[in-house]
């Protein structure tokens, strides 16, 4: 078979490139390896000799999922450009992590950021967080490792058949648990560094191809978007639209529209909520932080992580706009336009890869793909075996040589991936029903734990209330609260209460406000256990 033979799949020479990337992957997990990892917060922590633009590119690595891979350009495919305002509460996020969260962590010598809870509130707070977190963690790393198994599934199978999609599934859960088991955080890290070459290299290229395909000036192409309407009434805006205001004073909810995902208010309100409990209060993201040689370094690295982040952001977003004009627009592609009709949503990016890059340039596409999925997963497990090991199995079995910890961890490892891999086959059937894009899905499981962490830690560190007992209320209140806003749950419980409720649809980031309020007041109820003067920032 010729090397650049292709039939809207892979070519041999995309094989080709696909294994060279495993092959790189593997290859530098062993060389970061070598160094014999000494015990158990070496391999969690990395001894915190790591520099802190690397940290800052993992941390990029991490946030940056397969969900934002193949979601972003959907959003902006079927959408505009609004899903970019909300950068504006991750900003203001990352500005409140780094001023008030990292320099607790470091104060305290943490080895989990649930630690500090244990010195705040007490241990019970400590254990609780920790299986908010996993679950958590589970709930929201499943998802993305569900959206990563899509395009092998594809390339392996040309389809999307759930049992296909298990399948890559349990293939990508084996790479991951065994390349996490190798030299932990250090390598992982290092790893992330060149997964993000990887995979913005990837995006680069498919700017310029998909650019190349459609046969317009520049200038003109952006009057066409520009002048393009999508949604009707007071959703209306253009294509190119950056922010939707979301406030009308004619509705209910005090002008707000509760509805509607990517507005202002929205991005200022409940995204910063989103971004704190990303960065500040879930141990796979603040973990990262906690292996910079000091606060200062550790809090600059996560703003650093986020600037980077933006103009990644608007690479897929682009992306996603020109694939509109691509295969939605045949007004403006002419004798251009491809001959075909792509799938339902969620496959326009993936469509295009395996149909029009060329051979050799899909394999780099898809080995992005993959640094994306991967990335965030190893970076999962790692984060999970660490808060299990460090906040509970220490407390079953106390008093034991490091070296019997990093034992532990590392079957930690294996355990945390297994059910990972478990969790992210029940969400094939799960985004499915949900009727969501995958980066609403991705981003919307995450609110079960961050309600109750986000009250849990802003009472323990801007508060002089709180206790063991009025954390764990906390976590099951704010678990609690969004369950009652899923979809499938608010109806059954709103129209015994009032017909105007039942008929309200409240966005998946007010679940998240909501929750975070009712956890915060409920863990304020305790009573103190030490003074504020110890914990303080």
Known sequence: MPLL???????????????????????TGWWFSRREVSGAREYFLAGRQMPMWAVAISVLATATSAATFIGAPQEAFEGNLTYLSTNIGMFIAVTVVALFFIPAFYRHNVTTVYDLLDVRLGSGARTAASWAFLGGRIFASGSRHYMAAIPLSLILFRDEAPGHVVLAICLLTAAAILYTLVGGIRSIIWTDVIQTGVFVTAALAALFIVLGKIPMPLGDLYHELLKTRIGQGDTEGSKLAVLNLGFDLSKPWLGLNLAEVNTLVTAVVCFSLLGIGSYGT????????????SAVQGSRSVVVAILINLPVLMLFMLIGLLLYVLYRRPDLMGAAAPNYQIDPKNKAFLEFILREMPAGLSGLMMAGLFAAGLGSC???????????????????????????????????VVGWGIILGAFASGCVFWQRESGQTLIQFALSVMNFAYAGLLGVFFTAIFTRRGNSASAVAAILCGFFVVMLMQPLVWKLWTPLVSESLAATKIAFPWHLFLGTIVATSVCCLGVR??????TSP
């Open 282 to 293: 879930d141990h796979d993201l603040a973990q990262r932080m906690l292996t910079c040689k």
């Open 529 to 534: 256990r030490k003074p504020l003067a110890e």
């Open 378 to 412: 190893n970076s999962a497990i790692n984060a999970m075996a660490a808060a299990f090991v460090n906040d509970i199995y220490k407390k079953l079995r106390p008093g034991q040589s490091d070296r019997a910890y990093l034992i532990a961890g590392r079957w930690a």
């Open 5 to 27: 033979a292709k039939a809207d799949g892979f070519a041999p020479l995309d094989w080709a490139v696909l294994v060279g990337y495993f092959v790189l992957i593997a290859a």
